[in-house]
Antibody
């Protein structure tokens, strides 16, 4: 079955760190760019970060640049998001998402989403 | 950053009616626009990409149109499962951005 399963969310104090993981299955993980998208409670979607299939290229939203780091381990079919210096604005459900590909070209739309993992930032 | 503005914020319709949702970009996104559906408690689902291409498994009642800065998602005849929130997203420029969403609710 083609799926993405996020983990690693939880309660963290302001200024703290957290590492999210996303386990992929049912497709050739290394062939696809991946992304993280977050959604604060009751709010809309916010793109956070993206990474190419081989991990050599990354992009970040300005709101997280320098604090969040995306990475991947293709040998373990897993995507990561290292989150440092967390603040109240980072509280959200974090989704990992698979990027649409046409041939080898990433379309930067998302055709497979996980169920999300909730990050709560509070003292 | 390209800002996507969706309207209306809420659309109140009855099953069987036609829904027309709008997404306006602050600058041209060419044809690089997608639409997603999000039902309560679920992850988003890709409906339409590059303006008018339906994603795999998406029913024909969903269609997209537009170009440049003005785009429309049309649901020709609302089914009970279509009452949800819809988001547009552009891939023309980094950062990728989403619209604020339109909620389609039962009238």
């Amino acid at each position: 079955e083609v799926q993405l399963l996020e983990s690693g969310g939880g309660l963290v104090q302001p200024g703290g760190s957290l590492r999210l993981s996303c386990a992929a299955s049912g497709f050739t993980f290394s062939s696809f760019a991946m992304s993280w998208v977050r959604q604060a409670p009751g709010k809309g979607l916010e793109w956070v970060s993206a990474i190419s299939g081989n991990g050599g290229s990354t992009n970040y939203a300005d709101s997280v640049k320098g604090r969040l780091t995306i990475s991947r381990d293709n040998s373990k079919n897993t995507l990561f998001l290292q989150m440092n210096s967390l603040g109240a604005d980072d509280a959200a459900v974090y989704y990992c998402a698979k990027v649409v590909v046409d041939g080898n070209y990433p379309y930067w739309f998302f055709d497979l989403w996980g169920r999300g993992t909730l990050v709560t930032v509070s003292s | 950053e390209i800002v996507l503005t969706q309207s209306p914020a809420t659309l109140s319709l009855s099953p069987g009616e036609r829904a027309t949702l709008s997404c306006r970009a602050s600058q041209s996104v060419n044809s690089y626009l997608a639409w997603y559906q999000q039902r309560p408690g679920q992850a988003p689902r890709l409906l339409i990409y590059d303006v008018s291409n339906r994603a795999t498994g998406i029913p024909a009642r969903f269609s997209g149109s537009g170009s440049g800065t003005d785009f429309t998602l049309t649901i020709s005849s609302l089914e009970p499962e279509d009452f949800a929130v819809y988001f547009c997203q552009q891939r023309r420029n980094w950062p990728l951005t989403f619209g604020g969403g339109t909620k389609v609710e039962i009238k």
